[in-house]
């Protein structure tokens, strides 16, 4: 298919586990984003890659949360020690520009 | 595809005043949720509106969602040259799962000192 894919597409997990979620983008996006969406709010942004820039990590909620990603290419999102407060949806969504941005259709988190 | 429109497209205004920014949608949603991007910096959740709330507050951010006219504004009072950003609305599908929210193209606004 051609649109953003993630996986898992769910995962369960133990408190202090650590997990990695990826994420392929639409072949040829430049602008990759990563984003939390909890149980009936809105989209939280983690962190944005722009083609080779520097990663804007600003909304990373802590240093257990990382992201790498490959050229312009999959990315993974790597959370470190779980918490039950991790619990959520992780969406990925990639854009040429910001006018739209393609969703992933997310990996549903759940820390036990 | 569905989009939000906002306008105006640009808006400059003396720090201080308040901003109004207006968003038009085509179909039937289940909320509508407004973001904030500061240059080359990812998207920052604001606030959402559900399709059975007509105005909701948020520090000195209000919105209101009139589902008759399929549309919704974004006022910030008392601006400051830190709201200066683009304002994106986004919709999502009634029945739609995370890949049917799409934002529209934006306002930017400038806060003058």
Known sequence: GAGVSQSPSNKVTEKGKDVELRCDPISGH?????????????????IYFQGNSAPD?????????????????????TIQRTQQEDSAVYLCASSLAPVTQYFGPGTRLLVL | SQQGEEDPQALSIQE??????????????????????NSGRGLVHLILIRSNEREKHSGRLRVTLDTSKKSSSLLITASRAADTASYFCATLYSGGGADGLTFGKGTHLIIQP
Request: hydrophobic letters at 30%; one cysteine or more.
């Open chain 1, 30 to 46: 430049t602008a990759l984003y990563w984003y939390r969406q909890r149980l009936g709010q809105g989209l939280e942004f983690l």
């Open chain 2, 16 to 37: 201080g005043e308040n901003a109004t920014m207006n968003c038009s949608y085509k179909t039937s949603i289940n909320n509508l949720q407004w973001y904030r991007q």
């Open chain 1, 57 to 77: 990590k600003s909304g990373l909620p802590s240093d257990r949360f990382s992201a790498e990603r490959t050229g312009e290419s999959v990315s993974t999102l």
